[in-house]
């Protein structure tokens, strides 16, 4: 639930209620409220890949999900593929700081 009206409008959400699995600590549904607390829309989680990271952790990483809106009746697809991670992926490390990640986008 958000903090307060102002972080409620930014993201647009009144709620979002979300199913974690308990083990792997991965995301597998999450519910999400309007602005006036009415179901909105709701996300499942398809499909996951499993893959190791440098420490040779097994890293989950969903690579298909689906995004229902209930009201209107429409759906988006959402597929990853050739997902890389760390090393491979090749992509700037400095953009996962704090300061970084604080700042607002919008």
């Known amino acids: 639930v958000p903090k307060n ?3 409620k409008s930014d993201i647009g959400y ?18 999400f409220y309007n602005t006036n607390g009415v179901k909105y829309k709701v996300l499942k989680v398809l499909a996951l890949k499993v893959k190791k990271n440098r420490a040779k ?10 995004m229902r809106n209930l009201q209107k009746g429409t759906k988006s697809v959402i597929r990853f593929k050739k997902v890389k991670v760390e090393k491979k992926a090749k992509f700037r490390t400095n953009i996962f700081s704090v300061r970084y990640l604080t700042q ?3």
């Open 5 to 7: 009206s102002k972080i």
């Open 14 to 31: 009144s709620k979002i209620i979300r199913w974690i699995e308990k083990k792997t600590h991965v995301g597998l549904k999450a519910l």
């Open 104 to 106: 607002r986008w919008w």
């Open 57 to 66: 952790q097994k890293v989950f990483l969903t690579t298909k999900m689906v």
